[in-house]
């Protein structure tokens, strides 16, 4: 006997109607490039996505093609995700944080038709444009009166508003196959050339409905949600989408990311909810701890794509009583894999052991499989102990990069993260270090995280990077680089000495080298192959 259920298809553009429909007065508010402060509601948002999708059809993008943004997290921005992508055709963000030479080769291999920036990425479109072989029209991302004068692209400029002004809100969301594409995002290329993860309707929508859930980032039409996370990678991480199914009001930062900026943003528009990389979480606590400051309304964030501090954890749950909740995913899993919110038992623990948990990146949502196996490929126990290359599957796991000349990633139907974790018998993940960064001494294994860890929990620490230093006699050592936060005169030998009976003694590195900076990737992730390069041999002689 068959259930006698209605069969809609998942697409994107539902989240948009369903936005319109039930919460049609809540407010949109976006910084601008432009230096001023947006508001509007869902509303007015369906009504110009509407108006956008007509004006992609008489610019010719066919159902399938690809459309690109360069831009920050903000209104028009938002417009794009549900006009090119529920009229069929593939939104594809590019990361501005990439060299000119990767935006051009992304550009180039997506095919895209359609190139969409705001005007801060006016020179990196001007030195793209020419390496950009096929022909694009580009966009620029605001009003007449701020078009800007440019006369090194060789292509066709286009004004964003003069689209919309074309053109009316009369258009229908066609029925598309939910198994289609709708969006288009490439890894960071830390290593070789990016590589293209197509996002399917259906994906998005069962990550929309994971990632909303109590035991995941428990959005409800009652939060006021920061994404700043970018727009440009893995979608904000789905939370644009995650406030349209659940009608939250939206905060956009634009490009002012700086822990002042924030802070202002977060107190006058009364946010509950954000999210972002521990890097970017570094600057808004020493802002707010420098003026003696507190959060008024903001009472979760989500932190990941690097592991969050137990350090940083404490800062905001003790000194500002914000929830932390700890989060990993990959851009191939578009990109949330886990969460780390407590079970029922967990909430009595005392604090040191909570803590303990938050250090780890969570479990899986429904929706998403992992398990960890040994060098033999065997499944390894979840003992907490056991440490292993890290495997998922799911409804929103990538099963083929973009591109018809790729092989599949996966490895028997799973697909290898590149990390190394453990996973304890409650079904919390940690990772241990990714398999390329683990660090191997006398050959007994090492994790550059704990010892991260550790040297966050120093008071003078602002960043701490620890890598893999070739020795003469154990192949490897644990090398400590280190960022001191203002007026520190912390010394090598008092950092040293704070591992003592944190860490197992020959997991202390051997040294600690103080830089004023450390290099950052195009998603805000630290360059520890850079740093290789640069002190890889530190421990040699000369």
Known sequence: ??????????????????????????????????????????????????????????????????????????????????????????????????????????????????????LTFLPLIESVAPQVKSPKIFVAMTDRAHMPQTSGMNAMLMCYEDLLDLHDDVFEWPVLDENSASSLCYTSGTTGNPKGVPYSHRSTVLHTYAAALPDSLNCSARDVILPVVPMFHVNAWGLPYVACMVGAKLVFPGPALDGKSLYELIETEHVTLSAGVPTVWQGLLTHVDAMGGTFSSMRRTVIGGAPCPTAMTEAFQQRHQVEVLHAWGMTELSPIGTVCSFKAHQQSLPMAEQYTIQAKQGRALFGIDMRIVGSDGNELPWDGESAGDLQVRGHWVTQQYFGADVESPLCDGWFPTGDIATIDPHGFMQITDRSKDVIKSGGEWISSAAIENVAYLHPEVSMAVCIAARHPKWDERPLLLVVKKPGSDLASDELLSFFNGRVARWWTPDAVVFVDTVPLGATGKVLKNQLRDQFGDYYLPA
């Open 1 to 118: 006997m068959q259930g006698l259920m209605m069969q809609q298809s998942l697409l994107v553009s539902a989240l948009l109607t369903h936005a319109e429909r039930h919460h049609s007065e809540q407010e949109i508010v976006s910084r601008r490039v432009e230096g001023d402060v947006h508001r509007y509601s869902y509303r007015h948002l369906a009504q110009r996505a509407r108006r956008m999708a007509n004006a992609l059809s008489t610019l010719g993008v066919a159902r399938g093609e690809r459309v690109a943004t360069l831009a920050w997290n903000g209104y028009r921005h938002m417009e794009l995700y549900f006009s090119v992508s529920g009229s069929g055709s593939v939104l594809h963000t590019l990361n501005p944080r990439l060299h000119v030479d990767q935006l051009a080769y992304i550009i180039e291999h997506a095919e895209d038709r359609v190139v969409f920036f705001d």
